[in-house]
């Protein structure tokens, strides 16, 4: 628990300042239209009234996905909320009674048309034609509609399989921002004006209403005025934020990228080496590219699997949907210019922390091995030119995966890195552990036979390859003996279920003497 | 775009509007408004159009993942034949569906969100495709009397004494061979590598 306080007490922080700050906000809202006396009239046809309001900050997915439900939440109220005010207008606009809820609504547009309160202005009309007549009702249902299918089209099991119906539907946010920021022209939310409070005090008048149109009474009629539109206040700067960072994608997407090479790696893995001016990386960090050719919209995101110390910047690319699929086409046919590509970023946070520790548990799992390549490059770096930002003194690297072959070109990384330990002597620096999930008999039995040969017959790398899932116990157990006395920070890419282990493992492990070893799980985003 | 399933997305699109129904018809019932008994409709509606959705169909390629407790749907669904498979189907039925909603402001947005479902259905039965329910694979238990032959009449050869202590030692480090009778859940066929 602690840990976790740590690691995320500023996000805790942020959100709730803005869960605070929404909750004020409505509240404040709510009481307004409950309590003042501008909204007396108001309330009388209505009984009260609700008006939400939006805000929108863009961070990051999950504060993308949780602004998106706040705004499904509120949407919600707001329709609901209008639609019983529009019943009751429209109940009172019927009434017969001589109530002051039927006068109020028979107030019509005399005198420079500002007096009428309910906008349902006859008996005959419907509150459905209200709504389409009127610029607050078509734009609430047009930007309605265009937000349940935006959230339709972006549910995981949409985003994932069929990305392109989600990223293009996405775009009618464009719509529906418009939309919002005209749509409380129109006044259709009304109080009474300052002079004619003056006049017709609520709480002096509104008994007497019988009698304000006779010349000798004190009180004259109320008159009413709209609220002017206010949404654009709270959505100008966010929606100003994301025109400048889509210019600024364009500016940088303009800027030439050369590719100095290009590798077909076994079970169609493309490497893509490129260079561009001004570039610079951290470990750990991401890019999103494009591709014209294929696609002019589409940005997808790969992680860096290069070090920062190269001096090109590599993505290892996997086919795994259309766009991916028709990449790999293209660079297959090998024509003679080469597609051009565009990359903008490099986005995310660098994993500096993986320097800091004496000894160093990276774990990655499946897809999650490609960030280690580069934190793995760049260690080496350091620790040949005996960097003194490089506390590591050892690593233990675990790779599980089902299969290896969409990873062989980690494994000739792990093989190259081998070869240059062994070169300089250092060959405990980098101890890693190959697990494969997805075995049965035959490669079972195959690995069995080829017991005593030096290197592992699937991966020719010199640690041989374990079958199964890691023992995690077993293996704390193994680094705790090892260095007793040590920080061990574990580093971990991959699903959830494992860092529950890890997390888990590492609170188990570690001593309750401060002095002794101490496993340090670090929750990184890779 | 081509390995897009409309489907799917119809299929996403058709439970949102089950549920924009079902709330709409619940404020406009509750609320006693004029004309509420276009949301009790509504309601009842949008639940029929909540479990009739609710079963996601096989994609074409890859697996699916079910929604939670879909296989009893599943098996309801599957009972309609042509009805639940043809996609055309669904198309005019959302969209038949969604007409008396209109006529009630509070469910006219249930409408619109079905009504554009149902001309998404529409696209994908023009594109062939069809609801497929998933099924789970009864898992075949390997049939252990089957496979194996008849058991050895006579004892195997074995080396003698000394060598035999050697063996074993090596044994328990590969984990390989495994002497005296044992059943084992796999088949085991001998391969020369």
């Keep these: 628990m602690g840990n976790w306080v740590v690691n995320h007490w500023l996000s805790v922080l942020v959100l709730a300042t803005w869960l605070g700050l929404n909750v004020f906000l409505f509240v404040h809202a709510f009481l307004l239209y409950e309590k003042a006396d501008k909204y007396y009239y108001t309330r009388e046809i209505l009984g009260f009234c609700r008006c939400s309001l939006k805000k929108q900050l863009d961070h990051n997915l999950t504060f993308h996905k949780l602004v998106a439900y706040m705004i499904c939440l509120h949407t919600a109220i707001h329709i609901i909320a209008h639609l019983f005010n529009f019943e009751r207008y429209s109940s009172s606009r019927q009434a017969t009674n001589g109530s002051l809820a039927s006068v109020l609504s028979s107030l019509s547009q005399e005198e420079e048309g500002v007096s009428w309160l309910n906008p349902i202005k006859s008996p005959n009309m419907t509150v459905t034609y209200v709504t389409f007549t009127s610029i607050p009702g078509l734009t609430g249902v047009i930007i309605t509609i265009a937000?349940?299918?935006?959230?339709?089209?972006?549910?995981?099991?949409?985003?994932?399989?069929?990305?392109?119906?989600?990223?293009?539907?996405?775009?009618?946010?464009?719509?529906?921002?418009?939309?919002?920021?005209?749509?409380?022209?129109?006044?259709?939310?009304?109080?009474?004006t300052e002079e004619s409070i003056k006049e017709n005090h609520p709480h002096r008048c509104a008994e007497s209403f019988e009698t304000w149109n006779d010349h000798n009474s004190h009180c004259k009629p109320p008159r009413f005025e709209g609220h002017p539109a206010e949404s654009w206040k709270w959505i100008l700067a966010p929606v100003v934020l994301y025109i400048f960072e889509r210019i600024l994608r364009f500016y940088r997407s303009q800027q030439q990228v050369v590719i100095t090479k290009v590798v077909m790696h076994p079970s169609k893995v493309l490497e893509l080496q490129m260079n561009k001016r001004g570039f610079s990386m951290e470990v750990g960090q991401y890019i999103f590219v494009n591709c014209p050719s294929i696609s002019y919209l589409e940005w997808h995101p790969f992680t860096l699997t290069s070090g920062p110390e190269e001096d090109f910047f590599s993505i290892h690319i996997r086919a795994v949907g259309d766009w991916t699929e028709n990449l790999l086409r293209t660079f297959e046919q090998q024509h003679s210019p080469v597609p051009r590509i565009q990359v903008d970023g490099p986005f995310g946070t660098a994993s500096e922390d993986v320097f800091h520790y004496e000894v160093a548990m990276l774990?990655?799992?499946?897809?999650?091995?490609?960030?280690?390549?580069?934190?793995?490059?760049?260690?080496?770096?350091?620790?040949?030119?005996?960097?003194?930002?490089?506390?590591?003194?050892?690593?233990?690297?675990?790779?599980?995966?089902?299969?290896?072959?969409?990873?062989?070109?980690?494994?000739?990384?792990?093989?190259?890195?081998?070869?240059?330990?062994?070169?300089?002597?250092?060959?405990?620096?980098?101890?890693?552990?190959?697990?494969?999930?997805?075995?049965?008999?035959?490669?079972?039995?195959?690995?069995?036979?080829?017991?005593?040969?030096?290197?592992?017959?699937?991966?020719?790398?010199?640690?041989?390859?374990?079958?199964?899932?890691?023992?995690?116990?077993?293996?704390?157990?193994?680094?705790?003996?090892?260095?007793?006395?040590?920080?061990?920070?574990?580093?971990?890419?991959?699903?959830?279920?494992?860092?529950?282990?890890?997390?888990?493992?590492?609170?188990?492990?570690?001593?309750?003497?401060?002095?002794?070893?101490?496993?340090?799980?670090?929750?990184?985003?890779? | 775009m081509g390995q897009i399933e409309w489907a799917m997305w119809a299929n996403e699109q058709a439970l949102a509007s089950g549920l924009i129904l079902i709330t709409g018809g619940i404020v406009a019932t509750a609320g006693q408004f004029t004309q509420w008994y276009f949301g009790a409709y509504s309601i009842a509606a949008g639940v029929f159009i909540c479990l009739l959705e609710y079963p996601r169909g096989k994609r074409k390629k890859g697996s699916t993942m079910e929604r939670c407790g879909q296989k009893y749907m599943t098996k309801v669904v599957k009972l309609f034949g042509p009805f639940s498979r043809n996609y055309y189907v669904r198309a005019i039925l959302?969209?038949?569906?969604?007409?008396?909603?209109?006529?009630?402001?509070?469910?006219?947005?249930?409408?619109?969100?079905?009504?554009?479902?149902?001309?998404?259905?529409?696209?994908?039965?023009?594109?062939?495709?069809q609801w497929t329910p998933i099924e789970s694979k009864p898992k075949e238990r390997p049939q252990v009397g089957a496979t194996i032959k008849q058991p050895p009449s006579n004892p195997p050869p074995r080396p003698p004494a000394e060598a035999r202590k050697k063996l074993s030692e090596e044994e328990e480090v590969a984990t390989g061979v495994s002497s005296g009778p044992q059943e084992n859940p796999i088949p085991v066929t001998d391969e020369v590598v």
């Design chain 2, 94 to 129: 959302h969209l038949g569906l969604s007409v008396p909603a209109g006529f009630l402001l509070a469910t006219i947005l249930g409408t619109a969100c079905l009504a554009i479902s149902s001309g998404i259905y529409l696209l994908a039965a023009t594109r062939g495709e």
């Design chain 1, 363 to 526: 774990v990655g799992a499946g897809i999650g091995v490609t960030p280690f390549a580069s934190i793995l490059k760049s260690i080496w770096y350091k620790f040949q030119h005996a960097d003194h930002s490089l506390k590591t003194q050892t690593i233990y690297f675990y790779w599980i995966c089902r299969e290896i072959g969409a990873f062989a070109w980690f494994n000739d990384l792990l093989a190259s890195l081998e070869q240059e330990m062994e070169d300089l002597g250092k060959v405990g620096f980098l101890n890693y552990r190959l697990f494969l999930t997805g075995w049965d008999s035959n490669i079972a039995g195959h690995a069995a036979l080829n017991f005593d040969k030096a290197t592992d017959i699937l991966t020719g790398l010199k640690h041989k390859t374990f079958f199964g899932r890691p023992m995690w116990d077993n293996e704390f157990c193994t680094i705790a003996t090892t260095h007793p006395k040590s920080v061990v920070g574990v580093f971990l890419c991959g699903p959830q279920a494992l860092a529950k282990s890890l997390r888990k493992c590492c609170h188990q492990y570690s001593s309750l003497d401060p002095r002794k070893v101490q496993f340090f799980f670090n929750k990184e985003n890779f």
């Design chain 1, 147 to 192: 937000l349940v299918l935006m959230v339709t089209s972006a549910t995981e099991f949409i985003r994932r399989n069929y990305f392109e119906v989600f990223w293009y539907t996405h775009h009618v946010f464009i719509i529906y921002f418009i939309g919002l920021g005209i749509h409380g022209i129109g006044g259709i939310v009304r109080g009474q």
